[in-house]
Structures are given as structure tokens and as C-alpha cells.
């Protein structure tokens, strides 16, 4: 069965980059910045335990990434394939946007975990720090 134009468009609306999701900064340790920790006023007890909670999650952020990049590489192989069913490319989309979810849960798993270590005062402020680099990161 042939896929059809309207499918193609569709998986490639769908697919995602994962240096598109993660951010080429997305290892970036903002809590060890001079000049971010200095403006948060972070504590050596505070930064060791963002740094702490931050290597717990590295591996699993890691193999999101893994899986995005091989689902990608799947998908472009079965767009490419004239025998390839609807069904196989609407399932490979679907791993990808679970991937997409279970990053996402967990990149939010980790801000509550760090939010904890932080004052009610520094977050704000680092609310405000994200903000001044938003335009930089899209």
C-alpha cells in the first residue's frame, strides 16, 4: 500500500529533531554560571543539590535523546518505502510523541525537584534570568 502525499506531510509535521527538542544547551549548568548563581545569590549547600538532582536525570535525558534520533532515522526509512502501511508510520510517530512526553514529565520532574531547593525570592528571580535568554534559545 502506497503512503500517500498527505500522509508524508502528516509524519513529517509530526517528526521532531531531537537537538529541536533538547537545545543544543540543553546540558548547560546555569546553576554553576558566576554570574547566575551570583544574581540568584545561590548557596554552595543549593548548588550542590541542583547538581546533584541535575546528574540523577542527565542519563535519562540522555536516552530521550537516543530515541528521538533513532525514531527519526526510522521514520525517514519508512517514508521511504513505497511498501511501507499507514499503520507502521502512524505507530512510529506515536513512540515519537510519547518519547516528546516523557521528557517533557520529566524535565518537569526535575524544575519541581530543583524549585525545592530554591527561596520563593530566587525563583522569581530565576523566572526572570529565563526570560533575558528566551529570544537566544528558539
Not at 54 to 67: A, D, L, T
Not at 77 to 96: A, G, Y
Not at 125 to 130: D, F, M, N
Amino acid at each position: 500500500m502506497r503512503i500517500s502525499l498527505l500522509m508524508l506531510v502528516l509524519a513529517l509535521v509530526f517528526s521532531v529533531n531531537a537537538n529541536a527538542m533538547f537545545g543544543s544547551r540543553s546540558n548547560y549548568k546555569w546553576w554553576k554560571d558566576p554570574q547566575i548563581a551570583s544574581e540568584l545569590n545561590l548557596s554552595r549547600e543549593q548548588v550542590n543539590s541542583i547538581d546533584e538532582i541535575f546528574s540523577k536525570y542527565k542519563e535519562r535525558f540522555v536516552g530521550y535523546q537516543k530515541k528521538l534520533k533513532q525514531s527519526e532515522v526510522e521514520l525517514k526509512k519508512e517514508l521511504q518505502d513505497p511498501n511501507v502501511t499507514k499503520e507502521e508510520v502512524l505507530k512510529t510517530i506515536d513512540s515519537i510523541e510519547d518519547t516528546k512526553a516523557a521528557y517533557i514529565r520529566t524535565k518537569v520532574e526535575m524544575y519541581l525537584k530543583v524549585k525545592d531547593v530554591l527561596t520563593p525570592q530566587q525563583e522569581t528571580t530565576l523566572h526572570k534570568i529565563k526570560l533575558r535568554f528566551k529570544p537566544y534559545h528558539r
